[in-house]
């Protein structure tokens, strides 16, 4: 079984930066690709962008230049830094995690979120 764990959401103001952590744990043989979610109230989830196990990135429009992903595999943390942040930003993130366990059965998992808002 795999767990995943998002810490570090807040309150903060416009212009201002915060960083997230995705902790995975649990029967992990390889994990081949993290993506960082976000739902804000009364819309559907989004992808704002993931990483791979070969450190490639992709983001979305909206947070592209602003937002970046970096993974540390002997933590087994992946990061969502975000700078720049705006009202539009606020929303519950979710770290979202697939690859092998250790019986080489397909995993993914989603963790619980963290809320981030971005308010005066």
């Known amino acids: 079984q795999v767990h995943v764990v998002e810490s570090g959401g807040d309150l903060v103001q416009p212009g201002g930066s915060l960083r997230l952590f995705c902790v995975t744990a649990?029967?992990?043989?390889?994990?081949?690709?993290t993506g960082w979610y976000r739902q804000a109230p009364g819309k559907e989830r989004e992808l704002v962008g993931s990483?791979?196990?070969?450190?490639?990135?992709t983001y979305s429009d909206s947070v592209k230049g602003r937002f970046t992903i970096s993974r540390d595999n002997a933590r087994n943390t992946v990061y969502l830094q975000m700078n720049s942040l705006k009202p539009d930003d606020t929303a519950v993130y979710y770290c979202?995690?697939?690859?092998?366990?250790?019986?080489?059965?397909?995993?993914?998992?989603w963790g619980q979120g963290t809320q981030v808002a971005v308010s005066w």
């Open positions: 649990g029967s992990i043989f390889s994990t081949v690709t």
């Open positions: 990483i791979t196990s070969r450190y490639s990135t």
């Open positions: 979202n995690c697939h690859g092998l366990s250790t019986s080489r059965t397909p995993f993914d998992s």
